[in-house]
């Protein structure tokens, strides 16, 4: 029960993704080192994880650029993807406030995200960051699994980060963040005997970033690169007895690339690399030498996943283990994994630092989520106002997007210049 109710809820969530049902998992067979359907069509096998709305990219400048935003320069939205790049950013003191509808093409007014997150230089080499995630789902009505109406909820979830930067030399800055996680999916709804309570969870980010100034044909010019590794952190729950998800860690590696053609115009190529650091779903069916069926041994090694309170052996990992498995895990061997990355592409043009045009690319595969879309953005700097606009298109004409005819908007604050850094200390 937990299961569908947490893959309805992520289906609200709207990633885009196929999610696989326990029933369509079944299917999903490894034959010849592929995982296929049982008339050798491909098979989706997509990560699954709770607590996804950490993943949602909150604010309209980098939601324009493909969701790429590991190495753009800063503004305090860049603690969702990079806090380390605080530490270069050009004011002294930050703040966004940021709004997203939910599945308004669905018809609905009470779903959204809203993002507030703020930054402030304590000297030249540290900044102190933070922000606040809310992501409410409006009501909903749960049943049961014979379809009987149980309650009508109310489901929220949110996280509260802190984040500490500091330059560490002249071109190179790394950062940490602490977050706190909660996600109420519907306290009191009864689920296989048990009640479902709010969930909490405690996790980390980790993240660095390489800076240099350069001249290209004696223009001003800069190159950004940054790692990060974020929702590092404990298993989460929404009952008792049922078995622990993980939250969905991730590694991102980011590029950039600014370029200013004149005095009055400058441009902005970046791209994001990312792969969540979660185990890949196994299947439970593999075909044996003789074009049979059978159990897979590395699905449930210890018999408990028959059991009410068992499961499959990828899901009953320690949090460490399964990051480090997640880069060799794939049932399917190295291409799977590689299959398993995420690509954004981004394009930022600025004219006279007032006006910006944004586009971007986000892909993922097919059999992983297949999430595929352009995004497009406008910007415009005023004094300290900043305000940015972005919207959606979807690459694939039949897939559905919760942000479909959608207009997002981000408003960003800069006060007072950052400090010099001093480069005799």
Not at 99 to 110: F, M
Not at 136 to 162: C, H, K, M
Not at 256 to 276: P, Q, V
């Amino acid at each position: 029960m937990q299961q569908r109710i947490l893959q309805a809820f992520s289906f609200v969530l709207g990633l885009g993704i196929f999610l696989g049902l326990p029933e369509a998992k079944a299917q999903c067979i490894l034959k010849d080192g592929q995982l296929v359907q049982p008339d050798g069509s491909p098979c989706s096998n997509t990560i699954i994880t709770a607590v996804p709305f950490l993943r949602i990219t909150p604010d309209a400048r980098f939601g324009a650029m493909g969701d790429a935003g590991i190495a753009l320069d800063a503004d305090p939205n860049s603690m969702h993807f990079n806090s380390s790049n605080l530490a270069w950013a050009s004011s002294d003191v930050g703040v966004s406030m940021n709004y997203t509808p939910w599945l308004r093409a669905l018809g609905l007014n009470d779903v959204f995200l809203s993002y507030v997150s703020v930054y402030k230089h304590l000297d030249d080499r540290q900044t102190l960051g933070g922000s606040l995630r809310y992501f409410s789902l409006g009501e909903i009505q749960y049943t049961d699994d014979q379809g009987n109406a149980l309650q009508t909820v109310s489901p929220r979830e949110f996280e509260l980060t802190g984040a500490y930067a500091r330059k560490m030399s002249q071109n190179f800055s790394a950062a940490l963040n602490l977050k706190y996680i909660y996600s109420s999916l519907g306290t009191g709804v009864a689920a296989g005997g048990e009640t479902l309570t709010p969930a909490h969870a405690f996790a980390a980010d980790v993240s660095f970033t390489y800076n240099k100034p350069l001249k290209v044909n004696d223009k001003e010019a800069n190159l950004r690169i940054g790692l990060a590794m974020t929702n590092l952190g404990s298993k989460i729950s929404y009952t008792q007895s049922a078995d622990r998800d993980y939250l969905p860690a991730n590694i991102g590696l980011g590029s950039a690339f600014t370029y200013d053609i004149d005095e009055h115009n400058s441009i902005t190529f970046a791209l994001d690399i990312n792969k969540l650091m979660v185990p890949t779903p196994i299947p439970r069916s593999i075909e044996d030498e003789n074009g049979n069926l059978v159990e897979n041994p590395e699905y449930d090694s210890d018999g408990d996943a028959g059991q009410g309170d068992g499961t499959a052996d990828y899901k009953q990992q320690s949090v460490p283990s399964s990051i480090f498995s997640s880069f060799n895990d794939a049932p399917a061997g190295a291409g799977e994994e590689f299959r398993e990355l995420m690509y954004s592409i981004g394009m930022e043009y600025w004219y006279n630092k007032q006006f910006a045009v944004r586009a971007g690319h986000y892909n993922e595969h097919s059999t992983k989520g297949n999430r595929k879309y352009f995004t497009v953005g406008l910007g415009l700097k005023y004094n300290i106002f900043n305000i940015n606009f972005s919207y959606l298109v979807p690459a694939v004409a039949a897939q559905r997007n919760p942000l479909d005819n959608t207009l997002r908007f981000s408003l960003v604050f800069d006060f007072g210049e950052a400090p010099e850094f001093d480069t005799k200390k």
